[in-house]
């Protein structure tokens, strides 16, 4: 079985852990527990990255020596994923010895490949990204596109990687990996960019100390990048010859399976430099780069300013781990950012786990009794039973290769799929009636077997994800909590496997239902309040009900995302008076103000531009909009423009669209929808 290695960002320590984090953290726990269960050599490995100008700033804001500093800051970490059921393997410091010492190796064999040297720099700085930046990636005033802060000027002697002779190798690789970075939009991106050719990298600095000495030159310290990124190895004891480290063998060896999940900001790092670090000290490449997008809260970009830094650990208090666990991954759809929003979360947790799982076992168990509280014996599955049977296995088979894909919502999708299958199922054969008469108790044994044997399906299935809940609902069942171990598939495939005579144990339900009052209460003690507004904790939630929308009507752009025209949204036809929806749906709709930064036609299209939009994020989009007939490329440069953010990518002659501009009709042409100069690009529309 081939050994399995998944890992997380390394976090900065310059903040206490929050739901982003978390997110990141319970994809890669949720993939670990998954290899292990499917017995495969497993490790995951999560830490802090605890280098670099910006801890170094933080520590002396905080008038605190920066060793200091960020050892206070491992608790909060630690005690975070301890809450969440994180299952670690290691937990990698950058400052710790053996972390330096690998990374130091590396610098080595760079060098020792020819690929460092020793010159000027003079060039842009941003601390917050810990990023150089070229004056043709800054906004306006020196600012950084992704932290609008001023960058700084540097200008020291630095050693620099040979980053410029690797473009060529990393495209090489890239054709010849075509999974190596997912989602596959973002891969395309990375392309883009190797191609439009690669700069040598500064790797060093000397104007500050906070990090690992360049081998026999301690006055510089080396970039915080190179020195984080090598944790990847430094944690399994690499780089080193075969045989000095078993982990490292096992799990950097060339079958292992290496998977970095990342956010969308960072994976430049992780697809572009790491790679060249790696190739140029001869050393295998991850199988993956998984880029996930990133969160909001409420709707809102979670910000210090706004004060809406959710830590994980008021929400784990209230809902438990197992359940924040489930919304993150259930509700985002994995590479594509997402919201969370309380008052969702509570509604999933009523209606999926509570009406939907719990509810399933609530509503077979009691009938036991009439089997001595025994599993009962049942022959061959016929009829609905069997057509039951081999959907839960062909189910099971889907969530299993969802989880292979690193798919993760999708596998969800998939569970539910099943639970809601067993619920119309019992709905359908009505055990309740079936109780009722002797002649039908026969009939009733096959039903209650056919739905605690989905309910097994289930349990393992979830353990991944809720694997507390999992087990009290195999406990339920009369079943051993789930024991991974190396070279054991315990995946279900097989229906019929649970064994006749297992004693059912019926306890309290595992998802009890959040009433009316708990969820106010639970909202009032749990949504931040925006600044500036006072105890609306409802308008936060951004999930007032009552405020229903009519649905917008015509104002699409005819090309966007190749989304349809005006004309065409109105689809699936006739509508009786305006339709309406519900705000939780509008406010799915991710709407932000872009800064449209280049522009230019689609050849032989003649309705098409194709633009790069500002969204206030790492990288411009690439958006492709049918309003070529009504803009040139030069009236659209530096406009303001409002686009959908989040509608999935489409492919339009050729190119990816990643979002659409809105538009609207009027009887003399197309306007497009626009906001003033003074709102930065990113500002959520609503
Ligand atoms: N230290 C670097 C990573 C080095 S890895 C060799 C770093 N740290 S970070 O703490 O700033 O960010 C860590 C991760 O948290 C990133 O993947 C980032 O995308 C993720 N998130 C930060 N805010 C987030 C959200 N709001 N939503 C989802 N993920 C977010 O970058």
């Known amino acids: ?10 976090y900065y320590v310059n903040d206490k852990p929050h739901i982003g984090h978390a997110y990141s953290t319970a994809a890669a726990d949720m993939l670990a527990r998954y290899h292990r269960l499917r017995g495969q050599p497993t490790r995951f490995l999560t830490g802090l990255d605890e280098h670099g100008l910006k801890i170094e700033r933080r520590a002396q804001e905080l008038g605190q020596e920066p060793q200091a500093f960020v050892d206070s800051m491992v608790p909060p970490f630690e005690e975070a994923w301890q809450q969440l059921d994180i299952t670690h393997d290691d937990f990698i410091r950058t400052t710790s010895a053996r972390h330096k010492e690998a990374v130091q190796r590396l610098w080595k064999m760079l060098e020792a490949k020819g690929d460092i040297y020793l010159a000027d720099y003079e060039d842009w700085y941003c601390v917050g990204c810990e990023s150089f930046k070229t004056e043709k990636e800054l906004l306006p005033g020196n600012l950084c596109p992704d932290h609008k802060k001023p960058v700084e000027k540097i200008k020291e002697q630095s050693y620099f990687f040979r980053l410029s002779a690797y473009a060529e190798p990393l495209l090489r690789y890239f054709d010849a990996h075509p999974d190596f970075v997912k989602p596959e939009g973002r891969f395309n991106e990375v392309k883009s960019f190797v191609r439009a050719g690669l700069r040598d990298l500064s ?7 906070w990090g690992i000495p360049v081998p026999e030159q301690p006055e510089h310290v ?3 990048w190179l020195d984080a990124l090598t944790n990847y190895i430094s944690a399994l004891g690499g780089p080193a010859e075969p045989g000095v480290a078993p982990l490292y063998d096992q799990f950097w060896g060339e079958d292992a399976n290496v998977i970095h999940i990342v956010g969308k900001d960072i994976l430049r790092f992780h697809t572009i430099y790491w790679p060249a670090f790696l190739m140029s000290a001869g050393i295998r490449l991850p199988s993956q780069v998984w880029a996930h997008g990133w969160l909001t809260v409420n709707g809102e970009k ?6 809406n830094f959710l830590p994980p650990a008021p929400l784990v208090e209230a809902f438990g781990a197992d359940v924040l666990r489930y919304y993150f991954l259930r509700e985002v759809s994995f590479g594509q950012d997402g919201d969370f929003n309380h008052k969702n979360l509570i509604a999933r947790y009523n209606n999926e786990l509570g009406n939907g799982l719990g509810n399933l076992l609530n509503r077979i168990l009691p009938f036991l009794k009439k089997f001595d509280g025994k599993v009962p014996d049942v022959g061959p599955l016929e009829g609905a039973d069997a057509a039951l049977a081999s959907l839960a296995e062909g189910l099971a088979a889907q969530v299993r ?3 292979d894909a690193v798919q993760l919502n999708r596998a969800l999708d998939a569970i539910k799929e099943l639970i809601d299958a067993a619920n119309k199922y019992v709905n359908d054969e009505e055990p309740w009636n079936l109780s009722k008469s002797d002649e039908t108790l026969g009939r009733l044994a096959q039903v209650a077997y056919v739905t605690l044997e989905c309910v097994r399906f289930l349990s393992v299935m979830l353990a991944p994800v809720m694997p507390n809940k999992a087990n009290e609902l195999r406990a339920q069942l009369g079943l051993g909590a789930l024991e991974p171990q190396v070279g054991v598939d315990a995946w279900p495939s097989r229906f019929g496997e649970l064994p006749a005579g297992t004693a059912v144990v019926a306890g309290k339900p595992v998802f009890p239902k959040i009433d009316a009052k708990q969820e106010e209460a639970l909202l ?3 949504v931040p309040v925006p600044e500036g507004v006072e105890g609306d904790a409802e308008k936060s939630s951004g999930a007032d009900k009552k405020s229903a929308k009519k649905a917008p009507k015509g104002q699409a752009d005819s090309g966007g995302a190749g989304a349809p025209s005006g004309a065409d949204a109105a689809e699936g036809g006739v509508t009786d008076g305006p339709t309406t929806i519900e705000f939780d749906d509008f406010a799915k709709v991710d709407l932000r103000v872009g800064l449209v930064l280049t522009a230019e036609k689609v050849p032989k299209k003649d309705r098409l531009l194709r633009l790069e939009v500002d969204l206030g994020e790492p990288a411009p989009r690439q958006i492709v909009a049918g309003i070529a007939e009504h803009f040139t490329p030069e009236q659209m440069v530096g406009r303001r423009v409002v686009v959908v953010a989040n509608l999935a990518p489409r492919k339009l002659a050729g190119l990816v669209s990643q979002g659409m501009v809105l538009a609207t009709n009027t009887p003399t042409g197309l306007q497009l929808l626009a906001a003033s100069d003074d709102v930065p690009p990113g500002t959520p529309a609503k």
Do not use: E, H, Q
Request: no cysteine; net charge positive.
């Open 1 to 10: 079985m081939k050994p399995f290695y998944v890992t997380t960002p390394i």
């Open 302 to 307: 979670m910000s210090k300013g706004l004060g």
């Open 222 to 224: 080396m970039y915080v």
């Open 401 to 403: 290769d969802n989880l």
């Open 524 to 526: 009032a003690r749990l």
């Open 203 to 209: 790797v060093s600095r000397s104007s500050f100390s």
